[in-house]
């Protein structure tokens, strides 16, 4: 184990709850695992390991309680997560929807899903019945190392709409996981704003399993972040299912952004779409890993992946790498990706009609950017993102 990663996790462990088996077990794994070093190519842009040892404070303990000016308007369920504990005097339930904590099972096997495991208070799991309202998330952060847990799950023919948004103090690690489990014809739509402090460091896990019919939404919009780290995948597991991944993050500062996503077809006749685009000023980066997989089994396979980026100065960068990875013969898809700056011709076009030069550029990313804002299905959401994408874009 390198050095850096053998400091970080000497400091973790003295929080760790030796009782649980499970957690053990994680902790073991990890410890043979590894958290990522420079050498690991999924974050080969993204130090954070060594980012970790150097800026969070783990030892930072004070709990913040929940201000309830920042809960949404909308009706519907709003759930409210300290330090990754539910709090259930803080949250408002409607018929229909079911809460539950139960201890921490068994994760996935990437390194920020075991250090969730090993470390998360408990696990929140978020069941419907019938028709019900948007359901809302709140997750508020303010310990130096917190670990969040969710599991979300559709039945048959359910729809759910699922809006997150996280308060997170400066100086802390965020290392969240939220699961979906979309059982037959089931639709979820879920949607999430980061807009932190550069203090902040996150890494966010979003996973969802799909059986047949069924839809799943992805929107996940990033205005600002000291580091951000978005590790999301879709897992269609039968057939005629639908996914989407919808992403934006317009970022300015030395704010650092890293979208991994994944998508996995492992039965016939499914389709997937996904579209992240970029706005970058200052000395921000941005960092997209997407890779589509199509199993020999998953015929008739429709696939589309794109990361358009504009870069509005000269120390703006972006790292891009879409990937297909295809054993079936009997498909339709495609990636892409672009990088570039704003087109003068069309800056030019709008000066010459008496627009400044100023809301020419807004006018021109405001356009580039509403395509990904297209499948909010909360219009209150949508609205501010919307005007967040407007404030900074003026």
Same mark, same amino acid.
């Given at each position: 184990m390198i050095k850096e990663q053998s400091i970080l996790l000497d400091k973790l462990e003295s929080g760790l709850d030796t009782s649980s088996t499970v957690r053990m077990d994680a902790w073991k794994m990890l410890q043979e695992v590894g958290l990522p070093s420079k050498k690991s190519e999924s974050y080969k842009?993204? +130090?954070?390991t060594s980012i970790l040892e150097k800026k969070a404070n783990f030892d930072l303990g004070e709990q913040k309680a929940f201000d309830k000016r920042d809960l949404y308007k909308t009706s519907g369920s709003h759930l409210v997560i300290i330090n990754g504990v539910f709090s259930k005097s803080d949250s408002a339930i409607e018929n229909?929807?079911?809460?539950?904590?139960?201890e921490v099972t068994e994760g996935k096997h990437d390194p920020f899903s075991l250090l969730n495991t090993a470390f998360s208070p408990e696990e929140i799991t978020i069941k419907t019945e019938g028709k019900v309202s948007p359901i809302f998330l709140y997750q508020v952060n303010s310990v130096g190392f917190s670990n969040p847990r969710i599991k979300v799950s559709a039945s048959k023919s359910q729809e759910i709409s699922i809006v997150e948004k996280s308060i997170n103090e400066p100086n802390t690690f /965020?290392?969240?996981? =939220?699961?979906?489990?979309?059982?037959?014809?089931?639709?979820?739509?879920y949607s999430k =704003? +980061? /807009?932190?402090?550069?203090?902040?460091?996150?890494?966010?896990?979003?996973? /969802?399993?799909?059986?047949?019919?069924?839809?799943?939404y992805s929107n996940v919009f990033t205005f600002s972040g000291g580091l951000v780290r978005n590790n999301i995948t879709i897992s269609l597991e039968d057939e005629n299912?639908?996914?989407?991944?919808?992403?934006?993050? =317009?970022?300015?500062?030395?704010?650092?952004?890293?979208?991994?996503?994944?998508?996995?077809?492992?039965?016939?006749?499914?389709?997937?779409n996904e579209l992240y685009k970029g706005i970058l000023d200052e000395k921000s980066t941005g960092v997209f890993n997407g890779k589509i997989y199509v199993r020999p089994d998953a015929q008739k396979t429709n696939a589309f992946q794109t990361n358009n980026n504009i870069l509005l100065s000269d120390d703006a960068s972006i790292h891009t790498k879409p990937q297909l990875e295809i054993w079936a013969?009997?498909?339709?898809?495609?990636?892409?990706?672009?990088?570039? +700056?704003?087109?003068e011709d069309a800056i030019f076009y709008l000066r010459s009609r008496g627009i400044s030069e100023k809301n020419a550029k807004a006018m021109i990313l405001n356009a580039y950017a509403a395509e990904a804002t297209s499948h909010i299905p909360v219009p209150e959401l949508k609205e501010e993102v919307e005007q967040l994408i407007s404030n900074k874009l003026i």
């Open positions: 842009y993204t +130090q954070i229909g929807v079911l809460v539950d904590t139960q /965020a290392n969240s996981s =939220i699961s979906f489990d979309l059982d037959e014809n089931s639709k979820i739509n =704003i +980061q /807009a932190y402090g550069q203090e902040s460091s996150v890494h966010e896990t979003i996973f /969802a399993k799909q059986l047949r019919d069924s839809r799943f299912c639908e996914g989407y991944m919808n992403g934006l993050y =317009i970022l300015d500062g030395k704010s650092h952004v890293d979208n991994n996503t994944s998508v996995d077809h492992l039965k016939p006749n499914s389709y997937s013969d009997d498909v339709k898809c495609s990636h892409g990706c672009t990088s570039g +700056q704003l087109d």
